[in-house]
């Protein structure tokens, strides 16, 4: 319910409130409490204010569209800063402020920017309700938009404040759309004091503070300071027929294909499988008891990206957005559905834009903005895990690093030791995409999927993945995919999407120590005859490109990590260098 009253005695929580409400001056203050009256009364308020439209109740149940600022469609990577003390500690990949200088500059954005505005006060945890691995977060946000959302992708309100109780310890996210001025427009990080200040933009990964911001930039130095890991990664589970689970988690770049791997439907060759999903985008990970790599997903929704998802590629999505969802930035179809580039079937007639504007084909722009998105909650997923909600998390026997490469990185890959699967995960480059505001389609070292996720120096972020092995008596394997590689003609070498069962079916063989590999100087990859590809539609010659290893290729992709590593100055562990030259030694060899 919508009550002025403060739902909780903590003294710190009710003083930083107060203290923020006196910076930004909004006329009302906002306590949820994250029921389900509440969101309803909350999404009638978003659409009276004209930040929903209301979707046709038949075909999309309880789901509305958003439109957001036309220069705010995306995560701003040059305005998302780590402050921590030092510049050294947020280190080179990453932009930094003083603290202070921060905490000013942001002050000063934030003073009245919530004048005739509502300061909504969303507690949330990151994690399931009862697990050690969860934190617990306040977000003070002047988007209705956003704190809808955070009710979507977290457990949030009193389930939050149960947890905090009268005294303890919760991030401090403060984030104002303000005038929503790229000029303006700041993401600011502050792991030594927990709290994140987010101005000027009310899109996903910038304003929905749980997720990037609190889940990995923040939680990653707490991980590498309690020895565990907060990784961008998906959490999939897989039974075969046999009755084996098992669970692999996996890092891809932002719309490299996490959610879709997360959702896998395998082809009818493998209809014995059952897949299921644990998590779509975040995977915190911690030694078990029992030696092994534990993960949870922290989050309750998923935020996908909406092109390209269709019954075909990813019919479990369709199934999960097929009502009680938000969409942004899609497409409006005349009947009052949505639409975004590569659903099923024929161009719907009179489209309405993400922008808002009439569309046809012929207008030569894109219907629906790529980095379009869906927001649902996972309990939608026909899919679901029955362990996504486990406060113990899912133990992995796999971890699969991933990029987006037209050449050069094989289907895939599986590295000699634990050390060597370090080295490729942080030598990994992808091809950029619409995630992020910037050029599309440019390859950059995307080290473990978490260039722009990391809240520390990313040398001192290898050195804890290489001192995660000593802590694991029970490691899993790492490996590494690419469902992106082009043969001459500019097509996928590889279909993708349901096929890549094929690709994990031979990763949990691997894992479990039984498929067959070739030892190549960069690593174990499968022969064709390894994989099952029986019924597999695919043009003769392509797998066995997709599979090749091209030794002068990989001297030239070798070389240039040459430069990345050195980029990342005298925290790079040396080993990884050395892991450099001694592949190169190995192909020059071979
Ligand atoms: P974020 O939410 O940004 O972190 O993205 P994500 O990693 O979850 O990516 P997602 O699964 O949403 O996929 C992004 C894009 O990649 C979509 O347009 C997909 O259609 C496409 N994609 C996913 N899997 C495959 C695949 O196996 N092959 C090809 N060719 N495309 C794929
Ligand atoms: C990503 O970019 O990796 C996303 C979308 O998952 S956002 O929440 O905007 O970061
Ligand atoms: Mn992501």
Not at 51 to 67: A, G, I
Request: aromatic share 10%; hydrophobic share 40%; glycine share 10%.
């Amino acid at each position: 319910m919508l009550t002025q009253e403060r739902p909780t005695t903590h003294r710190g929580l009710l003083q930083w409130v107060d203290e923020m409400a006196r910076m930004c001056k909004p006329d009302r203050i906002v306590w949820c409490d994250g029921s389900a009256e509440e969101a309803k009364l909350l999404t009638q308020q978003a659409v009276a204010d004209g930040v929903f439209e209301t979707l046709n109740p038949e075909k999309r149940p309880d789901s509305y569209l958003h439109r957001s600022n036309p220069n705010d469609v995306a995560r701003v990577e040059e305005l998302t800063v780590i402050c921590s003390p030092t510049k050294e500690e947020a280190g080179p990949t990453n932009n930094w402020m003083a603290p202070d200088e921060a905490y000013r500059k942001l002050g000063a954005i934030f003073d009245g920017s919530m004048k005739g505005r509502t300061m909504y006060v969303v507690p949330y945890i990151m994690g399931p309700a009862g697990s050690p691995f969860t934190k617990v977060g306040i977000e003070l946000t002047d988007s209705i938009y956003v704190a809808l959302s955070m009710g979507k992708m977290s457990r949030m309100g009193k389930v939050a404040l149960d947890r905090l109780g009268a005294g303890g310890d919760f991030n401090k996210g403060l984030h104002s759309v303000a005038d929503c001025d790229p000029k303006r427009r700041w993401i600011c990080h502050f792991p030594q004091d927990n709290t994140i200040w987010s101005v000027g933009s009310g899109y996903g990964g910038n304003a929905l503070l749980g997720k990037k911001c609190l889940a990995l930039r923040i939680a990653s130095t707490y991980a590498r300071r309690e020895g565990w890991l907060a990784e961008h990664m998906m959490i999939l589970e897989a039974t075969s027929p046999e009755g084996e689970r098992r669970y692999v988690a996996a890092a891809f770049p932002s719309a490299c294909g996490k959610t879709n791997f997360a959702m896998l439907v395998p082809p009818p060759l493998f209809s014995g499988w059952k897949l299921r999903t644990v998590g779509d985008d975040i995977a915190w990970m911690r030694v078990g008891e029992d030696g092994r790599l534990w993960a949870v997903n922290p989050e309750f929704g998923y935020f996908g990206v909406a092109p390209g998802t269709n019954m075909k590629t990813n019919p479990n999505a369709m199934r999960t957005v097929a009502s009680n969802s938000f969409f942004t930035n899609v497409a409006l179809t005349a009947d009052g559905d949505v639409w975004w580039e590569g659903m099923d079937g024929p161009i719907p007639e009179d489209l309405i834009d993400w922008k808002g504007n009439p569309w046809t084909p012929a207008s030569g722009e894109k219907a629906a903005h790529p980095n379009s998105r869906f927001t649902t909650p996972m309990s939608n997923n026909p899919v679901l895990s029955a362990f996504a909600d486990d406060p113990r998390g899912v133990p992995i026997d796999a971890i699969i690093f991933g990029g987006r490469r037209a050449t050069t990185v094989p289907l895939v890959l599986q590295s000699f030791d634990w050390k060597h699967g370090v080295y490729l995960g942080s030598t990994m480059g992808s091809e950029t995409t619409a995630a992020a505001a910037g050029q599309v389609g440019v390859v950059r070292r995307d080290p473990m999927a978490m260039l722009p996720f990391l809240g520390y120096d990313m040398g001192s972020y290898f050195q804890h993945w290489l001192d995660m092995e000593a802590r694991i008596p029970r490691p899993p394997k790492i490996f590494m995919v690419n469902w992106f590689r082009k043969g001459a003609d500019g097509r996928f070498l590889w279909p993708g999407f349901s096929e890549n069962m094929r690709v994990l079916k031979w990763i949990l063989d691997r894992s479990a120590g039984k498929a067959g590999a070739n030892e190549t100087p960069i690593g174990y990859t499968p022969r064709e005859s390894d994989l099952d590809l029986r019924e597999l539609d695919a043009r003769k010659g392509d797998v066995a490109e997709a599979l090749s290893i091209d030794l002068p290729a990989w001297t030239r992709e070798l070389e240039t990590q040459a430069d990345w590593y050195r980029s990342l100055g005298g925290t790079l562990p040396a080993s990884l260098e050395s892991r450099r030259q001694s592949l190169l030694e190995h192909i020059s060899r071979s």
